[in-house]
């Protein structure tokens, strides 16, 4: 398992997706005389969409944010629902234009191999937030925040909102350079009852989802639910387990006041799939995965490198397994014995809703802890003479508290916003190394919690605090038919970086990324009842994360008062239309992505050396979206989505001599991509189809 630094990172879109096959039944248990369908959807998201780019609701996707001045579509509780259960709500998402979402596993919940890119951006340039609170960027490697997948049971979401290009300004995110997802969960029901949901299917598939709800009681209601998942691997050795629960209450009173208490706790632990380069793919096929439990041939291969130094051929001590295998191919790292991933998350949110005076101030306060692991056995570090492979681990924790407030207000036909968001934020991350037995190992389980290490590379901690503060007005004339939204947000993030043992591989110090004026201007027009237009202009950057400490303490000196955040400038317009058939989204955008930061790396993922971080230019990406959106009979909705994007690197860069990129696609994004889903709902029957297609993508 490659934690950071995979030396085959564009292996993750090589991956193939199988079929899952899967049963699911829904057995309701309702206390009290209620429809059976309403009693089991809670679809009310916990904060209501941003006041000045309300969508109208509907009851599917909806492709229409009439009266937005950004693009913001939205995926509803029942698009959730038609998903295998557990699948992560990114496979529904997906069905949007300019999204693009890969997984190596059918539910789309193994994180190591998740991606999502959105108008030229990837999943670590975007923002994330569960009912207000921040999600980082989700990367695998513990470091800002925590993947949806574990901060929320798929079952609970309401919905998901999604803004291409320009976020809400007051999200509370300090990546969101090229758009953001919202997530918003359920309200506890309105009347007490109880479902199970058991899902079986191939791969020894087993889930269990059961969830209680108390009903309404003078304003106070609440549920309670809990996640047991466990999957074998679709090929190879190891299965993929899961444990969550999820407690929510709200007590609600006068006229829109409300508190909401909301608690997750998360249990993960993943047999991870080998990654392949297009090299090994082609020579060893898409079944090809780690030795685990073959452990002879994991010591064959460690020895023969131990020996000869060789990383590669038959003579050299290689099995012939490999001989597929160019010659000038490191065949060493093209398998290892096993990698695998451990998470343990716990996440607390209070937040609250007050009407007051003609005002609302919506406060939230926050709080989540993390601890996990994540293995590879590396030939690389021996154990022994007589084993030549260890246990490499990376070792995480995070704790992390902040809150969010905003005072909504009008003044004529001024509607105002003035908003806050503040968290602090300690991370641990540690490379360390375990012995291993004469006869490998086929468990997995957290190894620094269980042994002592003889080697660590390093131990870091960093200490990370986010502030920002934004004002934004929304004015409405000629009758409300133009819609003028504007405002500005300021964003400051420091992190400190402290080394706790001796290391050459990792710099300490301090990096700050700010900017006191990101401003972000909208307008919306009403053509009539059905139709409107709008533009929108927004600018942001990003905050500079732990890569600028990962070299040696030298380069990092150099280099930190050079450095420059990536920064975003996105421009997009777009026209809209609805009636009761159809509903239909386009738009075009350009956006101006700069000071890209890369980090270059003389050597092998599984070994630990110093790496460059440099501003290597500017990336310019423009393109365009269409959604349509047909109902013709009653019961029968069909959703066609077609984007195509050009986004293309502006600058070479120095590597060992010049590296030509200059006017070349960027990396894992598609210029075109097409996806059609029809759903038909027929009583208590629903049939769905849906289809993707997605253009060629360069992976080097």
């Not at 994360?545 to 040696?552: D, E, M, N, Q, V």
């Not at 809209?576 to 980090?599: H, V």
């Not at 994007?645 to 210029?671: F, H, W």
């Amino acid at each position: 398992m490659l934690e950071q630094d995979s030396p085959m990172t564009s292996a993750r879109r090589l991956h193939v997706t199988p079929l899952a096959l899967a049963l699911a039944a829904l057995l309701p248990v309702i206390a009290h005389a209620a429809d059976p369908v309403t009693a089991n959807v809670a679809d009310a998201p916990a904060t209501p969409a941003d006041a000045a780019n309300n969508a109208t609701q509907l009851d599917a996707i909806n492709v229409v944010s009439q009266g937005s001045t950004r693009q913001v579509q939205r995926i509803s509780r029942q698009d959730i629902e038609q998903l295998t259960p557990g699948s992560s709500a990114f496979k529904a998402v997906e069905k949007l234009p300019g999204v693009q979402f890969q997984s190596a596993d059918p539910f789309g919940t193994y994180e190591w191999s998740t991606q999502v890119t959105l108008h030229g951006f990837d999943q670590s340039r975007l923002g994330y937030t569960l009912d207000g609170i921040p999600l980082g960027n989700m990367s695998y490697g513990v470091t800002n925040g925590l993947h949806i997948t574990r901060a929320i049971i798929s079952e609970n979401l309401s919905s998901v909102e999604i803004a291409q290009g320009a976020g809400a300004l007051g999200t509370a995110s300090n990546t969101n350079l090229g758009g953001t997802m919202q997530f918003y969960s359920a309200d506890p029901q309105t009347t007490p009852g109880a479902r199970l949901v058991q899902t079986v299917g191939s791969d020894a598939t087993r889930r269990t989802f059961v969830r209680a709800d108390t009903g309404d009681r003078n304003g106070l209601s609440a549920y309670l639910s809990y996640a047991n998942a466990t999957t074998d691997k679709w090929k190879g050795f190891g299965d993929q387990q899961s444990e969550q629960a999820n407690l929510k209450t709200v007590y609600q009173w006068g006229d829109g006041n409300r508190l909401s208490l909301f608690l997750d706790t998360s249990r993960r632990k993943e047999y991870d799939y080998m990654d392949l380069s297009l090299t090994s793919q082609r020579a060893l096929g898409w079944d090809y995965d780690y030795l685990q439990p073959d452990w002879a041939t994991a010591v064959q291969m460690a020895r023969a490198y131990q020996t000869t130094g060789a990383t590669s051929g038959v003579a050299n001590g290689y099995p012939q397994s490999l001989a597929g295998l160019p010659s000038d191919y490191s065949w060493l790292d093209a398998s290892y014995y096993a990698g695998g991933g451990l998470r343990r998350d716990n996440l607390a949110g209070l937040s609250g809703t007050f009407v007051f005076g003609g005002a609302t101030l919506d406060a939230a306060g926050y709080y989540h802890a993390n601890r996990g692991e994540g293995q590879w056995v590396t030939p690389y570090v021996v154990t022994s003479a007589q084993i030549p492979v260890s246990m490499r681990t990376t070792d995480y924790g995070l704790d992390r508290f902040g809150g969010t407030s905003a005072l909504k207000w009008s003044w004529g036909n001024h509607d105002l916003e003035a908003g806050v968001w503040a968290e602090n934020a300690r991370t641990t991350q540690g490379r360390n190394y375990f012995a291993l037995g004469n006869e490998g190992y086929t468990s997995l389980y957290n190894v620094y919690e269980a042994q002592t290490p003889f080697r660590r590379d390093f131990l870091q901690r960093y200490a990370t605090q986010t502030r920002m503060l934004y004002l934004q007005d929304t004015v409405r004339l000629l009758d409300d038919r133009l819609t003028l939204n504007y405002g500005a947000k300021a964003l400051d993030t420091t992190t400190r970086a402290q080394s706790l043992v001796p290391t050459t591989s990792l710099a300490q110090g301090r990096i700050r990324a700010e900017d006191n004026f990101l401003p972000q201007v909208g307008v919306n027009y009403k053509l009539d009842e059905r139709q409107d237009v709008y533009a929108s202009y927004s600018k942001n950057i990003a905050a500079f994360g732990f890569t600028p400490f990962a070299t040696s303490q030298a380069a990092f000196d150099r280099s930190r008062s050079t450095l420059e955040p990536e920064e975003s400038q996105t421009v997009q317009m777009g026209y809209r239309m609805q009636d009761e058939q159809f509903q239909l989204s386009a738009d075009a955008y350009f956006t101006k992505f700069s000071n890209r930061l890369l980090t270059t790396s003389p050597c092998t993922a599984v070994q630990t050396c110093a790496s460059i971080l440099s501003n290597v230019g500017a990336v310019h990406s423009a393109g365009a979206d269409l959604a349509l959106m047909w109902r013709p009979v009653e019961g029968l909705s069909w959703l066609n989505s077609l984007s195509w994007n050009r986004s293309r690197y502006q600058d070479d860069y120095l590597n060992n001599g010049v590296v030509a990129t200059s006017g070349k696609d960027v990396v894992g994004i598609p210029a075109l991509m097409f996806s059609s889903s029809a759903s038909y709902q027929l009583g208590n029957l629903r049939l769905d189809l849906d289809g993707k297609y997605v253009d060629k993508r360069y992976i080097t």
